[in-house]
């Protein structure tokens, strides 16, 4: 049971926050070169907060990756990224939005996780002087070969957005707690929320703003990426969430959210149901096949993406809760 458990972690991590499509790179020649890029667009939380919004898809080489979110907060010392998003030239797109804005250099990036599609953009704010920070619990995801492998077949399924001179780039620095900074007078409270979606989720709170930089432990108008996470201190996550005193929620995938409880809420009852079907079956020594086609998806059919991610969120479930129940 070990074997299939961490088989199905690979499967996921392969898969990655989101998930490639299974790429038909080889037989169509540089289609991405010349397909209409995913639109990129700054808007406005409220005054000197901002972020772009990816498509709701599969990471491609026609969407150049652009399938997370990213956050950024003007203030008078410079401006606060929140997450790299997930190419250089996408980072590069988003410095562009930045400049629309303001000429203020990048003072810092903040990462939520360093899931691929909110990290290959990095060394394109490293390059222009940017502090990174984000959560030491990622330190050993960098170096694993789980992240080397990752980034070879990133290279192929998302080339030429991602290419040989994409690089993964370690923090400056590694929080292990929770932590306050404050840049030109605006206050931003770092707060770990891990092992949750990953194991070094942070979400990013601006107490004066009323505003929360959720990275992925909120997925928003679409099926969650549940993959290795642990589910149950996720759902734990969430109720720690539902307590900060927040305006607008800016998932780490989705629109932005004026609606936040609700929001919160969907992602935690999927959590929930998830393990609640999958931990019956996996008690009951059911087959996977059979619990999952006997399992009332009404409430989340609907939502994009149940048809590309549900199956495996189920199935990572269903081998966590076996995996739990020793
Ligand atoms: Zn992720």
Known sequence: MKVLFVRSLCVSLWLGCLGFAISAHAEKPLPQMTAPKPLMQAKQVVPNVYYVEGVSEMGSSANQNFISNAGFVVTPAGVVVIDALGSPELARRLLAEITKVTNKPIHTVVLTHYHADHIYGLQVFKDVGARIVAHGAAREYLTSDTARLRLDISRQEL??????????????????????????????????????????????????????????LVFRNRIPFVGQADSRHWIEAMENLLQFDTRWVVPGHGPISNDPKGDMTLTRDYLIYLREVMGRAARDMEPFESAYDATDWSKFDKMPLFKSANRMNAYNTYLLMEHEAK
Request: hydrophobic share 45%.
């Open 159 to 216: 080339w030429p957005w991602v290419d040989e001179k994409t690089r993964l780039v370690p923090a400056d620095e590694w929080l292990i707690t929770s932590k306050m900074f404050v840049v030109g007078g605006v206050r931003f409270d770092i707060q770990p929320v891990g092992p949750s979606h990953t194991a070094e989720d942070l979400v990013v709170y601006l107490p004066k703003q009323k505003v929360l930089f959720a990275g992925d």
